[in-house]
């Protein structure tokens, strides 16, 4: 069986020593302790939390089979005679004492990748909103172009500090392209996980206020964001917005070409003319003469898809078979899914959940696709909190307020107690849209905005459920529509 790294390589990698002598083969690799198993001989890297210590979960994944064991040094020295025991008493079991296992981790997937990975294409692909859409549309144009083996991708939401790590340790190393999410909760995040991806090709698809709570400011933002941008090579391109203020301060000093995307990019450029925003279904354009049905609803998601274009493009990827692949794409669990329902009262409606994640941006942008929506009943919103704003909170959620009364849905709900602000607004500036406010999203709150709507809603009526994940408005979805009522 082969290794993903040897003992030498992963040694020199992570700058490590090892305890005892036993040897180093794994072909997986965990932080959590839960998905050891001995059918994977694997190697667990115990991670140091604020609350939380990984290396307490050393004795039960060793009595789980595992192979090789990263251990902070700090760690080993506060209980060296326990952790001499543990590997006196597993000697098949390869433990490395290293400076920083989170580090380690790191710089082990650098190594992987730098060993595996030297013929892919690798791309990036990061901004406040759109990333995981875009990752997905990026996705199904290279399957495409090189079919489903040829392609590596972030595994569900690995897109972190540990998450994107993993991700390349699942690559085997015959794909012919990669494509890797790149989110952030902290100052240098990015920059970490570029050095282990060291991209070809980056994306970024915006620079909003997402994360604004923590980092403090949109430059701020983008000065992170940036460092995706970090490695490409002369051969490579960095794709950034037409029209995002801060695309030229993101691609400066880029060794590679500098691509920019968006509706302002004349079609000669772009080879992609717009044809018509068909709303709930999507959008219809034509690249290089080929007409093509974006089944994503959204003018964001046309913008994403535009960025998708541009990277294919420099990539060298077929207009037919981006058209194949951007066809073919559908919107992930929790993230703009547009459904037809059937309502507990019988009422059929357009359902959209939208409730993975949210910040001022993805908000605004979803109020307005619904807003523009014609040929529908009436527009009812449940929106939830918008987390880690920080400082920015207060002025955030009293701009969805406007926007909501702008918009002038039929009935708004308000979830939470930072959504008391857009109430209190909307209460204000607009008597006619019937707004409630919940300072909590639990389960009794949910079930009476459930049947409220139940006891109005109408055929054709439009839903909209958006807010941060931690509201929990998919809890909604069974209370407004019973176990059967949901339909794609």
Same mark, same amino acid.
């Given at each position: ?29 965990? *932080? ?54 543990? %590997? ?43 990333? *995981? *859409? ?40 015959d794909e012919k392209i990669g494509i890797f999410e790149m989110g952030m909760n902290r100052v240098n995040e990015i920059g970490e ?13 915006? $620079? ?5 709570? $923590? ?40 060794c590679g070409k500098v691509v920019k995307f968006g509706t302002e990019i004349p079609a000669s450029e772009s080879g ?10 999507? *959008? ?43 066809? #073919?794409?559908? %919107? ?74 702008? #918009? ?81």
């Amino acid at each position: 069986m082969e290794t993903l790294l040897t003992k030498e390589e992963l040694l020199t990698a992570v700058k490590g020593t090892q305890i005892g002598s036993a040897p180093c083969l794994f072909n997986d690799v965990q *932080t959590d302790s839960r998905n050891v198993c001995a059918e994977k001989p694997c190697m667990f890297v115990p991670l140091m939390g604020e609350f939380q210590n990984g290396h307490k979960y050393i004795p039960d994944v060793l009595k789980k089979g595992v192979a090789v064991v990263l251990m902070n040094e700090a760690e080993y020295q506060s209980n060296t005679g326990y952790y001499d025991g543990l %590997a006196a008493a597993n000697a098949g079991v390869c433990f490395v004492r290293v400076e920083n296992t989170l580090h380690a981790l790191q710089n082990a997937a650098e190594a992987y990748v730098t060993k595996k990975c030297a013929d892919m294409i690798r791309v990036s692909i990061t901004g406040s909103s759109g990333k *995981t *859409t875009t990752k997905e549309m990026m996705v199904s144009v290279a399957r495409a172009h090189y079919g489903d083996a040829g392609v590596a991708y972030t595994y569900g939401n690995l897109n972190s500090e540990t998450g994107l790590p993993l991700s390349v340790f699942k690559i085997r190393g015959d794909e012919k392209i990669g494509i890797f999410e790149m989110g952030m909760n902290r100052v240098n995040e990015i920059g970490e996980i570029s050095k282990v991806l060291k991209s070809r090709f980056g994306i970024i698809t915006n $620079i909003g206020t997402a994360h604004i709570g $923590i980092l403090g400011s949109q430059q701020n933002i983008a000065t992170e964001k940036r460092k995706s941008l970090s490695y490409i090579p002369a051969d490579g391109a960095a794709i950034v917005g037409a029209a995002d203020p801060f695309a030229d301060y993101c691609t400066e000093g880029v060794c590679g070409k500098v691509v920019k995307f968006g509706t302002e990019i004349p079609a000669s450029e772009s080879g992609v003319k717009f044809i018509e925003d068909k709303g709930l279904f999507g *959008t219809c354009f034509e690249l290089d003469g080929l007409t093509v049905n974006l089944p994503l609803s959204g003018k964001y998601n046309y913008l994403n898809a535009l960025s998708v274009i541009a990277c294919a493009k420099e990539i060298g990827i077929p207009s037919a078979d981006i058209k194949r692949g951007l066809e #073919t794409v559908s %919107a992930i669990s929790g993230r703009m899914e547009v459904c037809q329902s059937l309502l507990r009262n019988g009422q059929k409606v357009v359902l959209i959940k939208d409730c993975y994640n949210a910040n001022l941006d993805s908000m605004m942008k979803v109020i307005d696709f619904c807003g523009e929506l014609k040929d529908v009943g009436n527009k009812i919103f449940v929106l939830g909190d918008m987390k880690e704003l920080g400082a920015e909170s207060e002025k955030s959620h009293e701009a969805v307020g406007r926007r909501v009364s702008e #918009t002038e849905p039929s009935q708004v709900y308000f979830v939470g107690p930072e959504m008391q602000t857009a109430y209190d607004v909307v209460k204000q500036e607009n008597a006619e849209v019937l707004a409630t406010w919940y300072s909590e999203s639990n389960d009794q709150n949910f079930a009476e905005i459930a049947d409220a709507i139940n006891e109005r809603a109408a055929d054709n009526d439009v839903i909209l459920l958006k807010g941060s994940h931690s509201m929990q408005l998919e809890k909604l979805v069974p209370l407004l529509c019973g176990a059967e009522g949901e339909a794609r």
